[in-house]
C-alpha cells in the first residue's frame, strides 16, 4: 500500500495499461479482462487486475496530466514491481494525414517541461517508447487489417492552450498529435528500468475541428486496447 494507491502486494500485475480517465479504466477492465477485480480506489483513482488469455493484466487509471502520471507510475513502477506500463488514451490530430478514429503509436513524446525537467537541468533529455512494444504494437495493428500512424507526438502542460504558434511549430515538424501524459512516462519508464508504450485514439483534431462524438468513442478506444494487449503478449 502506498500514498495514492491502496492495493495489497500482489495486487498489481506486472503489465499495467493506463488510462487517463478512471472510468476507463473500468470500462477497458469490464470488456477485456476475465476475473476482473477492483484492487484500487484511493481518491477516486480505479485501478483493476484480472487476465487477458491467461496473462496478469492491471488496468489503472493515470489522471490528467504529466505530475499525475508521475505520481502513479511511480508507485506502480517502484512499489508494485511493474515492468510494461502502456498508455492508452485520446490525443487531438495535427497532421491532415491523420484522421479522427485513427489509432496513433507514439515512438517519441516532445514536451515542454516534465515533473522531471528538474534533474536533467540543461539537458533536453529525449523520451522514447520501448522499440520492442513498439515494434509488437505496430504488428498487431496490421494483424487486426489496420494501419497506425508511428511516430513522434506532444506532451502538453494545458489543455486550454493559447499557443497557435506552437502548434504550428509542432506540425510543421511532424508530430502527429496532442496529449499529456506519455513523455513523463517514457522517461520514468528509462530511469526505473521498466519499458514504456502509448497507444492513442484520435478523439478529435486541431486543424479540422472535427470531434469524435460520444457514443462513438467506446468502440474506437476498444481497438486502442486491443493493440496495448496484444503488444504487452505479442504470444498471446
Given at each position: 500500500?502506498?500514498?495514492?494507491?491502496?492495493?495489497?502486494?500482489?495486487?498489481?500485475?506486472?503489465?499495467?495499461?493506463?488510462?487517463?480517465?478512471?472510468?476507463?479504466?473500468?470500462?477497458?477492465?469490464?470488456?477485456?479482462?476475465?476475473?476482473?477485480?477492483?484492487?484500487?480506489?484511493?481518491?477516486?483513482?480505479?485501478?483493476?487486475?484480472?487476465?487477458?488469455?491467461?496473462?496478469?493484466?492491471?488496468?489503472?487509471?493515470?489522471?490528467?496530466?504529466?505530475?499525475?502520471?508521475?505520481?502513479?507510475?511511480?508507485?506502480?513502477?517502484?512499489?508494485?514491481?511493474?515492468?510494461?506500463?502502456?498508455?492508452?488514451?485520446?490525443?487531438?490530430?495535427?497532421?491532415?494525414?491523420?484522421?479522427?478514429?485513427?489509432?496513433?503509436?507514439?515512438?517519441?513524446?516532445?514536451?515542454?517541461?516534465?515533473?522531471?525537467?528538474?534533474?536533467?537541468?540543461?539537458?533536453?533529455?529525449?523520451?522514447?517508447?520501448?522499440?520492442?512494444?513498439?515494434?509488437?504494437?505496430?504488428?498487431?495493428?496490421?494483424?487486426?487489417?489496420?494501419?497506425?500512424?508511428?511516430?513522434?507526438?506532444?506532451?502538453?502542460?494545458?489543455?486550454?492552450?493559447?499557443?497557435?504558434?506552437?502548434?504550428e511549430q509542432m506540425t510543421r515538424h511532424g508530430i502527429l498529435g496532442v496529449e499529456m501524459e506519455a513523455a513523463e512516462l517514457y522517461i520514468l519508464a528509462a530511469r526505473h528500468g521498466a519499458r514504456a508504450?502509448?497507444?492513442?485514439?484520435?478523439?478529435?483534431?486541431?486543424?479540422?475541428?472535427?470531434?469524435?462524438?460520444?457514443?462513438?468513442?467506446?468502440?474506437?478506444?476498444?481497438?486502442?486496447?486491443?493493440?496495448a494487449l496484444a503488444a504487452a503478449f505479442p504470444g498471446a
Amino acid at each position: 500500500m502506498t500514498v495514492h494507491i491502496g492495493a495489497k502486494p500482489g495486487d498489481i500485475a506486472e503489465t499495467v495499461l493506463m488510462p487517463g480517465d478512471p472510468y476507463r479504466a473500468k470500462w477497458a477492465a469490464e470488456q477485456f479482462l476475465d476475473d476482473a477485480r477492483l484492487v484500487n480506489e484511493v481518491r477516486g483513482m480505479l485501478g483493476f487486475t484480472g487476465t487477458w488469455r491467461g496473462n496478469p493484466v492491471t488496468i489503472h487509471g493515470s489522471g490528467m496530466g504529466m505530475p499525475s502520471l508521475s505520481i502513479y507510475a511511480n508507485e506502480l513502477i517502484r512499489d508494485y514491481g511493474a515492468k510494461t506500463l502502456i498508455r492508452i488514451g485520446s490525443c487531438g490530430g495535427m497532421q491532415e494525414s491523420v484522421a479522427v478514429r485513427d489509432v496513433i503509436i507514439a515512438m517519441s513524446a516532445t514536451s515542454i517541461s516534465t515533473p522531471s525537467r528538474g534533474i536533467f537541468r540543461e539537458v533536453n533529455f529525449a523520451p522514447t517508447a520501448d522499440f520492442s512494444l513498439l515494434r509488437a504494437a505496430v504488428a498487431a495493428a496490421e494483424t487486426r487489417g489496420s494501419t497506425p500512424h508511428v511516430g513522434g507526438i506532444y506532451s502538453s502542460d494545458v489543455f486550454y492552450d493559447e499557443r497557435p504558434d506552437l502548434t504550428e511549430q509542432m506540425t510543421r515538424h511532424g508530430i502527429l498529435g496532442v496529449e499529456m501524459e506519455a513523455a513523463e512516462l517514457y522517461i520514468l519508464a528509462a530511469r526505473h528500468g521498466a519499458r514504456a508504450l502509448a497507444v492513442l485514439t484520435v478523439s478529435d483534431h486541431l486543424q479540422t475541428g472535427e470531434a469524435l462524438p460520444s457514443e462513438d468513442r467506446e468502440r474506437s478506444f476498444g481497438e486502442m486496447v486491443e493493440i496495448a494487449l496484444a503488444a504487452a503478449f505479442p504470444g498471446a
